[in-house]
Every structure is written in C-alpha cells, then in structure tokens.
C-alpha cells in the first residue's frame, strides 16, 4: 500500500513539474498545453457552425457592418498570425449581456451587449479585445490540458488508494482540490485576457479608459449576490475595475498613437468650390477631409 500511494504522489510531482511547452507572448507565463494548434482551431470552427445554427443571427447591415469594423481593427492589433484563423465576426440577436471568441478567429457578440454600450465603439471594443485575447492566449487549449492532466490524476489516486480504508475521503479531497485549482486557473485565465486585450484595444485605436466605464455598467446589471471569489470563475467586479484603471494609463499613448496613425493615413483633402462674395476680397478655398472611416482602417490594415 505505501509503495502504491508513493507512486501515486511521484505521478504527482511529476504531473506539477512538467515542463511548460508554450509561453503567452504579450505577459512571458508559461502554459503547459497538450494539444496542436490546428486541433484547437477545429474545434472552435465546429462549435462556431453550431452556435450559427442555434442562435438567431442579425441582419441589421449598420450593426454588422459596426461589429466588423471593430472586429477586423481588433485582429489586425493581435500582431502575429494566429494558427489557422479564419477571422469572422458575426452578431447574435440576443439580449444576453455576453461576447465570445473561439478559437480559429471566430467571434460572436450579443445586441444586449452592444446595447449596453451603446454609440462607444471604444466599450465594445475592450470586450472583443478581451475574447480575442483569450484566443490568442491559448486558454481553451490550457483549459482542456489541465482537464485531461486532473483526470489522469483522479484515476491514479484511484488504484493507488483502492485497498485503502480512507479511498473515498482521498477522491473527496482530491476533487475538491482539483476544482478549486481549476477555477484559480480561470480567474488567472480573465485577468490576463483582460491585460493582453487591453493592449489589443488601445494598438488598434480604442480609448483603453472605456474598459472600466463599460464594467460599472455591466455591475449596475448584477441580480443577487456573486458567490465568493474562490469559488467563481471570475475576479470580483470590483478587484477587476480597479485592475483596468490601473493598466488604462499607461495604454493611453498606445491608443493616441495609434489614432494618430489613421488619421494621419487619411488621403489628402481635396478643395471643394466656394462662391465668390464680390462685396469681399476672394478667399482661399476651404480644405475638407473627405475619408471614411473604413478607408482609414483599410490603408492602416494594409488592404
């Protein structure tokens, strides 16, 4: 029996010390992930055509054409080709407070939240940077490893223990453990992929400082009481406000920058005609900018 449970606790170890194989490049930690890229990509295509097919999607033009917009200026900030990323941004009628990204570049977002925010493109833009960046980061795949790794762990604790007066009490302990942990990783897995997709939002033009103003409305829709924080999968509301104001300043020029940028790709203005006042001394023609917006993201884009 002692031979069996000291083998049970070397799996273990050995399980805690395997070597990491991949890094998140935007904050250097280290991921331990057990499955390809093109595997992750898959799976986040075949579960994107189901959503397509079970939820209602929008066919208002000025609302598709906003989200692409946002979407498209969003993937373009990420700055690395992402494995296999068929990029698409589809908008859901729903008045579900919600927005999700999967892997293989495919994002939906819900009326309810685009409601919410209402005329700031800048608010919905930090929440589908804040997908992406969960794409980006790998966090499914992670997720999925660890899934595996808990559940190889469970079934060794098993035959280690199975002779043992107290086997039940080991797999008690053993599965409270292992959800607890599961759900410290998920609340690691938000705040990085509310600092990567922060930065996200600021590279491609988006005011960083909307993240907190959109958050205090999403708390002000709050219903009941939120479960304590080791027990959610989630930061609290208020430890995640405070967090974001405290990343938003030092973006701040990251996003002036970059506004900079499109406008200042913007083509020249042409001279539009004025009539001439003959009671007055003629004056220069007035220079007005005549791009869109979507010509801007075009050039910055590089289509």
Known sequence: MKCRLAAVLGFACALILMPACSTVPETGRKQLILMSAAEEAATGLSAFAQIKNQEKISTDPALNARIQRIGQRIAGAVGRDLPNAQWEFVVFESNQ??????????????TG?????????????????????????????????????????????????????????????YGVGST?????????????????????????????RAAAVFWRKMVAKENGARPPKWLSTHPPS????????????????????????????????????RPVNTSK??????????????????????R
């Not at 406000?241 to 083509?267: H, M, T």
């Not at 001394?281 to 590089?302: H, N, Y």
Request: proline share 5%; aromatic share 6%.
């Open 238 to 273: 208020g430890e995640r406000i405070a967090k974001l104001e405290g990343l938003a300043p030092s973006l701040v020029p990251v996003y002036e920058q970059a506004r900079a940028r499109l406008e200042g790709l913007a083509p020249a203005a042409q001279p539009i005609a």
């Open 281 to 302: 001394a003629a004056t220069a023609p007035v220079s007005r900018p005549v791009s869109t917006e979507q010509r801007e993201l075009d050039k910055f884009l590089g």
């Open 113 to 173: 939240l685009i409601n919410l925010a209402g005329g700031s493109d800048d608010e919905i833009a930090v929440v589908m940077g804040h997908e992406v960046a969960h794409v980006s980061s790998r966090h499914g795949a992670e997720r999925q490893s660890q899934a595996a790794l808990i559940a190889l762990g469970g079934v060794a604790l098993g035959v280690g223990t199975q002779d043992d007066k107290n086997h039940e009490y080991y797999l008690l302990a």
């Open 97 to 110: 407070l919600n927005a999700f990204a999967l892997p293989g570049g495919k994002v939906g977002v819900y």
């Open 180 to 208: 607890l942990g599961a759900l410290a990783y998920s609340r690691e897995h938000e705040t990085e992929a509310d600092t990567v997709g922060l930065g996200f939002a600021a590279r491609a033009g988006y005011d960083p």
